[in-house]
């Protein structure tokens, strides 16, 4: 039986959504790197806003649910997603004059789509290791998005917190991140080792979910996000 290592006196260790959300911020920057994608950095500085929205050019959204629930939204720019999409795909071994320069292409969407689960299971993994809890996502959301559509999304959060983070990419583009959760704070009740995992063991399965659904959805992937949404 595990006895509590805190000494009377002694002040807890908690770890409040921010931490969360630096946990999610190396995840971004962690799996880019390992991908080959990118070699990113994010802003020392976070913003707190009041809703999370998808804005141009290519947004892309996530929901977790478990141990705490909440939503990852992540807005790229035209030029930061044909960055990230033709950096990944030429490390593949891919020609770049075979390689999209349109943001609108089904190609950098289902990459950035990729990506994006990759990012989303390595966080998990840090969130059991860390946190000793675990959470489930959603199979990521991909829509390209003009200036004058901005789609807010809402989820029923008790106390919901929200968050932005910039990114800045090897050519200086820019992306940004956003977060919603509900106001948490885990608190060390005892000194525990933390589970070691494999992070390529994440992002192969990772992949393996994300082949797994493209071949099940349809073509209209667009048509069906706005169903969802009931635009």
């Given at each position: 039986?595990?006895?509590?290592?805190?000494?009377p006196n002694k002040k807890s260790t908690f770890v409040s959504t921010d931490d969360i959300l630096v946990m999610l911020c190396k995840s971004v920057t962690d799996v880019l790197a390992s991908a080959n994608a990118n070699q990113v950095t994010y802003s020392a500085l976070?913003?707190?806003?009041?809703?999370t929205s998808l804005k141009p050019d290519i947004g892309s959204f996530v929901l977790f649910d478990g141990g705490f629930s909440g939503l990852v939204v992540i807005n790229f720019s035209a030029a930061a997603a044909i960055e990230i999409y033709q950096k990944y795909m030429t490390n593949m071994g891919i020609p770049i004059?075979?390689?999209?320069?349109?943001h609108t292409s089904d190609d950098?969407?289902?990459?950035?789509g990729e990506l994006l689960n990759q990012i989303l299971g390595d966080f998990?993994?840090?969130?059991?290791?860390?946190?000793?809890?675990?959470?489930?996502?959603?199979?990521p959301k991909m829509l390209t998005v003009n200036k004058q559509l901005?789609?807010?999304i809402d989820t029923n959060l008790d106390r919901?917190?929200?968050?932005?983070?910039?990114?800045?990419?090897?050519?200086?583009?820019?992306f940004y991140l956003e977060m919603a959760m509900d106001r948490t704070e885990f608190i060390k009740l005892h000194d525990f080792v933390p589970e070691e995992f494999d992070p390529d063991d994440i992002i192969r399965g990772a992949s393996v979910q994300m082949e797994e659904e493209n071949n099940k959805k349809g073509p209209d992937v667009d048509q069906d996000l706005l169903d969802e949404l009931g635009l």
């Open positions: 039986m595990n006895k509590p290592a805190v000494k976070v913003q707190k806003i009041t809703k004059e075979e390689l999209s320069s349109q950098v969407a289902n990459v950035m998990t993994g840090l969130v059991h290791k860390e946190l000793q809890t675990s959470i489930t996502q959603s199979q901005i789609i807010s919901p917190q929200a968050r932005r983070v910039t990114f800045t990419t090897q050519k200086g583009n820019i």
